[in-house]
Each structure stands twice: as C-alpha cells, then as structure tokens.
C-alpha cells in the first residue's frame, strides 16, 4: 500500500482545569514563572472519574462515530501510555469492550510503554502493519493516552493529560515518509516511575532536559544523513513547512528548534557559514555535547531562530499551551494544533518534521508529507476545530481545589473496593468515566 498515513484523527482532554497564574500566586513563585519562564497558559487534569481507560475509550469510540467508521473496519489496534493501572493487563485489552459487541476479536497489537514515547511505538507499530504481508486491508488504530502528575514542586505545573487517536491507512492526507526516520535510544534515570505505589514519577529536571536536548541534536544529525543517502540531498530547517516536538512546556520546544538551527549552522561548510548564518562567527567551534546549557549560545541561537519559530513551531504549541504535557500523546497534540492554525491549502504538499520523546529514554525523527488532496485534510481539520472550541467550555478550578484532586488520587491509587465521588456534571458529552473498582479491584465504566 502507498501513501500510509493519518486518515483521521480525534482529541480529548480532561473537562476542567487550573489556571498557571492563579497557580503561581497558589505556590507562591515569582509571578510568571510558569507562564513567562515555561510558556504554559492553562492545565488539565482529571478527577477521580477518569483514568487511562476512560480516556482510551473516551477518544477511541468518538473517533469511530465521528468518521462513520464501524470497529469491524479495524484490523489493528495499539496503544501507548506510561499511565499503568493493571501491569500485566494491557490497556488495550479494555478498549476490546467497545469491539467485541460487534464481534470484532480478531485484532492484533497491545501496549507499547516507554515514558512519552509509547505512543510513538504505537504509531510506528501500526504504520509497519499496513505496510507488511500481514496487512488485511483494514485500518489500524493508534491511541495514545496519560495523565500527567507530580508531586508538588517545580515540576507540577508540567502536568497535563490527554488522549490521542489516529486512523492510519493508505492514501492518507497525512503521509509518513519511508525509509528516512530516525532513532537515538540512550539508558538514563532522567524520568521514571519505580514507586507503584505512587502516581507521581521520580525524575531529574535538569538531567531530563539534558537528555531531550541531546536527542534532538542527534535524532536530526541522522535524520538529515538519511535524506542525504536515500534522497541525495542535504535538509535544513528550510526545507520543512512546520517543526514539531513533543512538548512538556513551551519553553523547552523553543530552545528545541533553536538547537536544529544550531546544528544547521555547525553543519554547514565553514566558509558559507558567515554568510548563511551572519553575526554568529563566535560560535564556529561549539561543541553540540557542550553547550545544553550554555547561555551565550542559547541566547544567540534563540534569537537567531526567532522567526523560524514564529512561522514552523509556535503555532503548533497551542494545545500544549492550554492542556499541558500530555506525555504520550503530546506531540500528536501539536500536529492537531499545527492543522488548525493553519489554512489548509497552505500546509498541501508541504513537509512537517515531527520529533518524539520518551525519557528513560528512547527518541526519534520523522517527517510528514502533506498531500495535495485538501478534501479530506480539511475534514480532519474542522473535526480538530470544533475540538478546540471545546477548550474554552472546560471548567476552572481554583488551584487549591486542583491540589484536593491530585491529593485524593493519591489517597486512592490503590485502594479497592472504590467508589469514585469526582463531579461528572461537567463533563463533555461522550466522555466514559469510572463508576466502581470492585474487591477485586476490576474496573467498571458508563458513559456522560
Ligand atoms: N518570569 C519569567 N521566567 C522565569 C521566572 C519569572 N518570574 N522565574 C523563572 N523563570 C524561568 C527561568 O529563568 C527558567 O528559564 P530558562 O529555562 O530559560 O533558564 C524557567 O523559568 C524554568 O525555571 P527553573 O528555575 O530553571 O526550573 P524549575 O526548577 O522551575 O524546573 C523543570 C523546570 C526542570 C522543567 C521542571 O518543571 C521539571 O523537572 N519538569 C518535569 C521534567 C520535564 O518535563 N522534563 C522535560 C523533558 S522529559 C518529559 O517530557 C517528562
């Protein structure tokens, strides 16, 4: 099959959230902080209603109704979260709930975990599938989904949560390209989660920037080798329409695309580079390993990359900006946000280059193509747009209330049997919610 790719797309996010001013007047941090300092407006979170599952089934039922797809036209299905309830049971296997009422049990794939990667896997795993001889003709499903929580302190108002789901078939408006994308997997302890117990991850702020900066560098080093040696020709951030991250704050997206610039510049022959790249002939030796946090080359690199930011990425960070880090399905986030900023017939054509990250860790590079067929890039786009006006219908919960919320689902993270007690009143219709965990601790579900 050609041109496999996203033939659909849907996006959920919780129904209310905390506004991050009123949150750093709450925490008692310098004003700004997370709204200047991260670059994050407003973040979801969940009540005690909703888990992984919930929202799994929330995101993926609503993109079967709303494209008229029936479960029998799936012939895969995969999921990639960090937010792990049964350990040895996958999250997919609760979303056959929604499958088999219509007698669908023959469908390949389960979970695929590794930080905020899982939903990249999930991804790759279904596009191989299309392209391999075990391709049925049917659709693969992939769903990624989270909730994002920390333990009060400076990586709080990182949160977020979320679920994503992608159709993916031939003869797609959104085609993934062959042959060209890029991995670069390291051992790390930046972010992880070895208290089951517990929501919250341990992690290491600085070390886990570290880690996401090195990935860019190196997943864009091979990525334009690739094209190099399978296209004959040599990439820079000129050649693509829009520049994509996962996103765990504004900020570090910006500093992101200010680092492909970077590589750009050391990458380019030293005798073209003043005149490519005028005024920054300071930096002719800087080393990529040296300078993650090297204030001078940051600043330079930032402002020179400014613009290119305002045109390719700041316009995708609009989600992200509102929900929070989603983790899993984060920079699928930003591939919606990107789609409706954007006129449609501008993006036809073009590439949008798309960076996944997962701590611990594991990262790639890939691009997309947008094809020339507007008609059903536009019906994946107004669908994402009225998801957006959904947005400002959420709720907002005074901060110290959103602190009740994540406290109590700590409380209860464990125990069984559980009645949930979080408000549903709210919720948007089509929303699933918990409705008991049994002794047993089995989950049970209905449906706003
Ligand atoms: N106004 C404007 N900016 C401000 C203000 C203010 N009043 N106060 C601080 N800032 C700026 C700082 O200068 C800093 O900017 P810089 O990055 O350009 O230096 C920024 O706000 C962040 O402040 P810091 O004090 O440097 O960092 P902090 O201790 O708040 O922690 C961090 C930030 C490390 C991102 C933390 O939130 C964290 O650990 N988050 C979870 C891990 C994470 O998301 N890692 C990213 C990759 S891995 C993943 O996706 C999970």
Redesign the pocket.
């Known amino acids: 099959p050609e041109n496999v790719g996203i033939l659909a797309m849907e996006l959920i996010f919780p129904a209310q959230y905390v506004d991050q001013t009123e949150l ?1 007047t709450f925490d008692g ?5 997370y ?4 670059g994050q407006q407003k973040m979801g979170f969940c009540n005690d209603r909703e888990d992984v599952h919930s929202l799994c089934l929330t995101v993926v039922q609503k993109l079967l109704e709303k494209n008229n797809i029936r479960h029998e036209e799936i012939g895969r299905l995969e999921v990639g979260t960090e937010t792990i309830l049964d350990k040895s049971k996958s999250v997919k296997s609760v979303l056959m709930q929604l499958f088999e009422p219509h007698g669908v049990t023959d469908l390949e794939g389960v979970d695929s975990t590794n ?2 990667y899982g939903g990249t896997a999930a991804l790759f795993n279904s596009i191989a599938w299309v392209e391999s001889s075990n391709w049925n003709g049917r659709y693969a499903l992939a769903v990624a989904a989270d909730i ?1 929580v ?1 333990a009060k302190g ?5 949160g977020g949560a979320g679920a994503v789901a992608m159709l993916i078939g031939p003869n797609a408006p959104l085609v993934f390209d062959r042959g060209i994308r890029s991995t670069y997997v390291k051992h790390a302890y ?2 992880y989660k070895p208290d089951l117990s517990s929501e919250f ?1 341990a ?4 070390l ?2 570290q ?2 900066l090195s990935a860019v560098d190196n997943c864009y080093q091979s990525y334009r080798k690739n094209v190099a040696k399978r296209l004959g020709k040599n990439v820079d951030l000129n050649d693509f329409h829009a520049v994509i991250f ?1 996103s ?2 504004g ?2 997206v910006q ?1 992101s695309l200010a680092r492909l610039d970077l590589n750009d510049y050391l990458l380019t022959p030293k005798e073209l580079r003043s005149q490519k790249f005028p005024g920054l002939e300071q930096f002719t030796n800087v080393k990529l390993e040296d300078s993650y946090f090297d204030r001078d080359v ?1 600043k330079a690199f930032l402002t020179h990359s400014q613009e290119t930011f305002v045109a390719k990425t700041k316009p995708s960070l609009f989600m992200s900006s509102q929900i929070g ?1 989603m ?1 899993t399905p ?1 920079v699928y986030g930003c591939l919606a946000s990107l789609l409706i900023s954007k006129n449609i017939s501008e993006l036809a054509g073009h590439k949008i280059l798309a960076f996944s ?3 611990g860790f594991v990262s790639s590079m890939f691009s997309i193509t947008v094809g020339k067929d507007t008609e059903s890039l536009q019906k994946i786009a107004a669908n994402l747009s009225q998801i957006k006006c959904l947005l400002n219908s959420r709720q907002k919960v005074q901060p110290h209330k959103f602190e009740a919320a994540l406290e109590l689902k700590q409380e209860i993270a464990h125990k069984a049997p559980y009645t949930p007690v979080g408000c549903i009143e709210h919720f948007f219709p089509g929303t699933y919610y918990l409705t008991k965990i049994d002794e047993k601790r089995r989950r049970f579900y209905e449906r706003v």
Not at 35 to 38: A, I, R, V, Y
């Open positions: 750093e941090v310098a004003p700004g902080k709204t200047m300092g991260l930080a905020c994002a920390y400076p990586a709080r108002p990182t930046d972010f991850p992690f290491d702020g600085k886990s920037v880690c996401y996962h765990p704050y900020k570090l500093k940051e880090n983790y984060s990250y997962g701590s």
